[in-house]
């Protein structure tokens, strides 16, 4: 069974949106490599309930907040979603030194991310 375990908030404004995810939630944050644009938050402790996330530039308009599924087999989940009514949107890609990550859309259109870790 695969479990959602992140999610991705796009922001316009990245440093504007981390001072208010720290201010209003206190959440800690730090770019995941310099001049990525990606900042992984930590949404509470360990010990806590719930997922941490991340806060990127937003690439699109009306890019959606999206949650990120871990999988087995990006390559695998991709043909399963797609044999049972799904579209990928954003094909298989290498995060290096992590994994693999791709995008689909739900049959209900929904956009959510599965993530292969290295």
């Known amino acids: 069974m695969s479990k959602v375990i992140h999610f ?3 922001a316009i404004d990245p440093e504007r949106a981390l001072s208010f995810y ?3 939630f206190g959440w800690d944050s730090k770019e995941l490599a310099e001049g990525a644009a990606y900042w992984v938050c930590r949404c509470g402790s360990a010990s806590e309930v719930g997922i941490d996330g991340a806060i990127m530039t937003r690439r699109a308009e ?3 907040v999206v949650p990120i599924i871990a999988v087995d087999s990006v390559d695998e989940s991709c043909a ?3 044999s049972k009514g799904g579209e990928i949107v954003v094909p298989k890609f290498e995060i290096p030194g ?3 990550k791709a ?9 959510m ?3 292969q870790f290295a």
């Open 22 to 24: 720290a201010a209003t």
């Open 80 to 82: 399963q979603i797609s």
């Open 103 to 111: 995008f689909f859309k739900d049959t209900e259109g929904n956009i």
């Open 8 to 10: 991705e908030i796009p």
């Open 113 to 115: 991310g599965i993530a």
């Open 62 to 64: 009306g890019q959606p």
């Open 98 to 100: 992590v994994g693999f």
